[in-house]
Nanobody, 122 residues
Framework: QVQLVESGGGLVQAGGSLRLSCAASGRTFSNYYMGWFRQTPGKEREFVAGISWSGGSTSYADSVKGRFTISRDNAKNTVYLQMNNLKPEDTAVYYC???????????????WGQGTQVTVSS
């Protein structure tokens, strides 16, 4: 079992920044590929970014490339998502999740946090 708790969401104006954190407990955090997803009402959960266990490999959705940065600190069992130049279309509930393999589809992820709301006003 892995427990994930996201934090750092909130309300921000367009062009602003937020940093999301995802704290993990339970099984060895460093064994997992970590992903960030987001979801808005009536839409499927969407891959945002992913990071390998070592942090040496990252992947991003085209919609966030150049604006978002994913990182992790295995000593703190935490993964981060730095979000810059936020746009109203980034408004969503953001979730972190674990996977045993690099993946962009939610079905490959085993454990999920409860989500944190990000709202970007225009």
């Amino acid at each position: 079992q892995v427990q994930l708790v996201e934090s750092g969401g909130g309300l921000v104006q367009a062009g602003g920044s937020l940093r999301l954190s995802c704290a993990a407990s339970g099984r060895t955090f460093s064994n997992y590929y970590m992903g960030w997803f987001r979801q808005t009402p009536g839409k499927e959960r969407e891959f945002v970014a992913g990071i390998s266990w070592s942090g040496g490999s990252t992947s991003y959705a085209d919609s966030v490339k150049g604006r978002f940065t994913i990182s992790r600190d295995n000593a703190k069992n935490t993964v981060y998502l730095q979000m810059n130049n936020l746009k109203p279309e980034d408004t969503a509930v953001y979730y972190c999740a674990t996977s045993r393999t690099p993946a962009t589809r939610p079905v490959w992820y085993d454990y999920w946090g409860q989500g944190t709301q990000v709202t970007v006003s225009s």
